[in-house]
């Protein structure tokens, strides 16, 4: 069970990050929309209505929760960078992933993570290394420095990537 719910394992946060971590995070991040959608699209509509694992989301909301993640990440980076330690605003993905929004096809999602990521990757290759060190408060959490913030979301890319290609894979559905 831990397997199909971690399938890349756990995020491990690193104690120290370097200039020479963060870069290929962004790499990761910036690919995440082209692998993603490689990975679906021959997928048919009851593929996608398919749980990656007993009481897990389907493909399809699991695409549109990395849509609904990677925009609040992306807002939370800019606010970083354009407040004093900001307090964010958590959201709770079970029930956003319930929303009929969740539903639709999924190439809306699809077409946004591309968008989304091309800005992102160009906001986050252009930080020095004093932007890299600014932060966010998340209420639960406690404080967020954006070079950590980045290797999470890398992290979140793939990890759920995985929920998805795994699920491929033992299904034989390529």
């Known amino acids: 069970m831990q397997n199909l719910k971690y399938p890349i394992g756990r995020y491990q946060a690193k104690q120290s990050v370097s200039p020479r971590d963060v870069a290929p995070w962004i790499d990761e991040i910036q690919v995440l929309p082209d692998q993603l959608r490689e990975a679906v699209e021959n997928?048919?509509?009851?593929?996608?209505?398919?749980?990656?694992r007993e009481e897990g989301w389907t493909l399809r909301q699991v695409?549109?929760?990395?849509?609904?993640?990677?925009?609040?990440?992306?807002?939370?980076?800019?606010?970083?960078?354009?407040?004093q330690n900001p307090t964010i605003k958590p959201y709770?993905?079970?029930?956003w992933a319930e929303l009929p929004d969740?539903?639709?096809?999924?190439?809306?999602?699809?077409?946004?993570?591309?968008?989304?990521h091309e800005r992102w990757t160009y906001l986050l290759k252009s930080l020095d290394q004093k932007q890299?060190?600014?932060?966010?408060?998340h209420p639960k959490s406690g404080e967020i420095v954006l070079k950590s913030a980045i290797g999470?979301?890398?992290?979140?890319?793939?990890?759920?990537?995985?929920?998805?290609?795994?699920?491929?894979?033992?299904?034989n559905w390529n």
């Open 132 to 137: 890299l060190e600014r932060t966010y408060r």
């Open 43 to 52: 997928l048919t509509d009851e593929q996608l209505n398919t749980c990656y």
């Open 152 to 171: 999470l979301y890398a992290w979140h890319g793939k990890h759920h990537l995985a929920h998805i290609t795994t699920l491929i894979k033992q299904k």
């Open 92 to 95: 709770r993905q079970e029930v």
């Open 102 to 116: 969740s539903q639709r096809d999924i190439s809306v999602s699809l077409d946004l993570l591309e968008s989304l």
């Open 63 to 83: 695409v549109h929760h990395l849509a609904d993640s990677h925009m609040n990440g992306y807002m939370r980076m800019k606010l970083a960078l354009t407040e």
